[in-house]
């Protein structure tokens, strides 16, 4: 029993919709986070390691990991999306599975159900480096659709 | 029906255990987040709005929202904690109140629940500009103690 | 820094339509929950301790903690709707802070934040018993409301 | 990028274990739930509607829903724990995607990351009636293994 999902978007310039967005959002240009991946439904974001990214021990930040797979999900989102529409996170949730340690990280966020208003995502975020890419955190994530607000930017 | 928690903290320098732990964050230092208040169990951080900061619509991050309440939740739980512990986030929930627009932003956490092993924290980010603060997230978050971990600094 | 909320119901029968809602609720007649408090924006469920309601220990299974706060969250958010209004739970966030076991569990639902789409609520479960009250289980849940809905009775 | 989990348990009896516990849980009794599948860190949970389970507007209520996922999540964590472990959730979050009608559900708990201390999850619950299985929740929950605690049955 697994659902498949084929995904028709609804917005067919989808790919450079997302691309546009994201290079709207300045923190990706800070932390060095480079769009990778654009299907209709699915994002991946991925995340060079650097120093100035980490907690106390070493490792990339939480804080960072959710950034990239927050986005990761919102792209995944608003790839499906109309062309007038804004996404914006309403809430998530991460589990931190292991120390996010490796050269770089790859976030992916998947739509499990697109919505009318409601659309929920789940992510992952994987660690390479040496050795197998390993899942470091998983996230499930609500997001919502804007459309029509004045002053605001789709995307 | 409430409950009143005051909080004795095992470690008496628990105040420079969270300053040192802070300043070890590289991240902390790249957004420019500065510790403003540490008490047994309640921890503040304090983020001036800087636009390479933000996302696609100008407002503040949701990544850098979650970035400085899981470090507020995870410095007030080891606030509690006894010298030679680490602390670790296994998990958190965010929800995304109003968009985080403001001069600055302030992460409160605190600690609901402390424990042998897993403790519980609350986390709310206020963003502070004209007019009143306003409530732009709150976390619900679980945390890990972790002792004698060779090669693991405390923090 | 608090945020105080006196909220003004757009419903002036707004207990009534709780306690018709909850009347409605097959499932709490079921486990045996009552409706103890209605106000605008919170709402209170008692559910007395019965070993036909426990897991694996002996105590309040999980399960049915998240039921009666589910249910408390969900009517806080039904208060402040219109009268033509139905809510559903979009997600939840519930942790489990220590075995539940008392009497009777109170839980208590309380808006954080309305809104003409997503109402945001947070929850608390206390076990009652001897003793003081103890804080068993906290939630934090994303609520929707729907209107002009053909064949969803307002609820 | 995928991960592949095949997990060897640590208890050779880890089905009859699961079952014991199961069986030891009134509420599953109480509402009709019953164990359909046991595999090393794997399991699935089948309800049967029953009006006298539901929500006011005739489905199963999210409650419901919870806990045949939460106990899922909960024995497929189990299932991978030594002989004299006992399994307890702390925290899990349910995205609840669409209504939950049909003629049964199927809930399926899988152990997305097993630790020594600290279990992740995986859920999802099926409605199954007429036409294709349709996903109505999913859940990320985190659990912990107490060991040797006095007065605590394994399970």
């Known amino acids: ?13 989808f790919h450079s919709r997302v691309e546009t967005s994201f290079a709207r959002q300045a923190a990706m ?3 060095g986070a480079e769009l990778v991946k654009v299907e209709p439904g699915e994002v991946e974001i991925e995340l060079p390691f650097r120093s100035d990214l980490t907690q106390q021990h070493g490792f990339l ?32 949730k ?18 499990l159900k697109p919505g009318q208003t409601i659309t929920v995502c789940s992510g992952e975020v994987f660690s390479i480096g040496e050795g ?6 998983t996230m499930l994530a609500t997001l919502i659709m ?5 002053g605001m930017v789709p995307g």
Chains 1, 2, 3, 4 share one sequence.
Request: aromatic share 6%; hydrophobic share 45%; glycine share 6%.
């Open 146 to 150: 804007l459309q029509g607000r004045p």
């Open 29 to 31: 240009n800070l932390i």
């Open 94 to 111: 991460v589990n931190l599975l292991s120390p996010a340690k490796g050269e770089r990280f790859l976030a992916r966020g998947k739509v």
């Open 1 to 13: 029993m697994e659902q498949k999902h084929r995904f028709i978007p609804k917005n067919p310039d």
């Open 132 to 137: 197998e890419p390993k899942l470091v955190a």
């Open 61 to 92: 930040h939480a804080g960072m990991v959710t950034t990239i797979v927050d986005n990761a999900c919102g792209f995944a989102a608003l790839s499906l999306m109309p062309p007038d529409a804004s996404v914006l996170s309403v809430e998530f």
